[in-house]
């Protein structure tokens, strides 16, 4: 069985106060099954040509008044689709971290004389935390 994670991040910007990487685990019928499922709740009318909770929450871009959407619509929406989610996927993996607590305690570390975007952006280490779990996990699903 070969397993799939898809993974998306959160406040990547420094000015917000935690950053997150999430996703979901799943093999590879189970992902086309979510998906097909996750298309068709998509092509609901109001449709949404894709999906960001951001706009979502604020009713803005796809979720607009303008396009049919008030906060009634969207919470129903929202309920189909994250119970399109827990019917599909095997797992979820999640890591996150405050920027001001990245900046306080790795990044005021020494990095061996030199500066780069894989030790000064909490990405990479989050990156690794999800890495390290879905390496856990994975056998488990198996």
Not at 24 to 37: L, P, V
Not at 47 to 63: D, I, N, P, V
Not at 75 to 93: D, M, P
């Amino acid at each position: 069985m070969t397993l799939q994670a898809f993974i998306d991040d959160s406040g990547s910007s420094p000015d917000e106060p935690v950053m997150v990487l999430a996703g979901y685990i799943a093999d590879a019928s189970q992902w086309a099954a979510f998906a097909n499922e996750w298309h068709a709740i998509l092509d609901e009318s109001p449709t949404l040509e894709y999906f960001k909770m951001a706009e979502a929450m604020s009713l803005r871009g796809q979720f607009s008044p303008e396009k049919g959407w008030d906060s009634d619509t969207r919470n129903k929406r929202l309920i189909r689709l994250s119970q399109t989610i827990k019917g599909h996927v095997a797992h979820q993996l999640c890591a996150s971290i405050m920027h001001e607590d990245f900046q306080n305690s790795v990044r005021s570390l020494p990095a061996m004389g030199f500066r780069t975007l894989s030790n000064d952006h909490p990405y990479t280490l989050l990156w690794h935390k999800l890495v390290s779990e879905f390496l856990l996990v994975a056998p488990q699903m198996k």
